[in-house]
């Protein structure tokens, strides 16, 4: 019997549910795929048609959070912001999104974020193409920059790999060290880029 577009979309949505639900009260270690897939009414070897770990599955959840933030983003006005101040909005809308998620962040860096492993799901690698493509869009509204080096791109992403590695791990109250650890790396990268930007080329 061929499965359907809807069935399968239906499933896949259905695994994801169950898994944040069994990852929130059990947590992420303790659950296994058999878990999920028990909860999810399917057997262990269809959901890896699904998903190929728990890893991914958590990756997959990340990237619906963050699907449409940089959409969402694009469509608030904020004129006159500072670079600094737009990155800083971006950064914390996304945090507010990954909540759920936050204690599972860990997870998420070394199986869907890293930037050196080489086997990332494919939903993962939009997510963070499309979260560096606000931070170039926003930079070259602010500064004119045409787009953002390489190394421009690799120190932004390492300062937003170490922030949610510290989220994750953050008992102060409301997380508010998080904020002040984003208020600080964003001040020194805008200016790093800033100063980087106004070097005359040489000839």
């Not at 449409?68 to 694009?74: A, G, N, P, S, T």
């Not at 945090?95 to 204690?103: D, I, M, T």
Request: aromatic residues 8%; proline residues 3%; charged residues 25%.
């Amino acid at each position: 019997m061929r499965v359907t577009a809807q069935v399968q979309a239906a499933t896949r949505r259905r695994i994801l549910e169950v898994a944040q639900a069994l990852f929130a009260s059990q947590g992420f270690e303790a659950t296994t795929t058999r878990d999920v897939a028990k909860a999810a009414g399917i057997a262990t070897g269809t959901m890896f048609n699904y998903f190929g770990s728990k890893e991914a599955v958590v990756g997959s959840l990340a990237a619906e959070a963050l699907a449409d933030l940089d959409v969402d983003f694009k469509r608030r006005d904020r004129e006159g912001s500072s670079l600094e101040e737009d990155l800083f909005a971006f950064v914390a809308a996304g945090l507010r999104r990954l909540k759920p998620l936050r204690k599972h962040l860990p997870v998420v860096l070394e199986a869907a974020l890293s930037p050196v492993r080489g086997n990332v799901d494919e939903e993962c690698c939009r997510l963070r193409v499309s979260h560096l493509e606000t931070v170039s869009r926003l930079a070259a509204k602010q500064l004119g920059l045409k787009e953002l080096p390489a190394m421009a791109l690799q120190i932004y992403w390492s300062l937003y790999a170490g922030l949610l590695l510290f989220w994750a791990n953050d008992d102060s109250p409301r997380q508010e060290d998080t904020l002040g650890l984003l208020d600080d790396s964003l001040h020194m990268f805008v200016r790093w880029l800033t100063d980087s930007s106004n070097k005359p080329k040489e000839p």
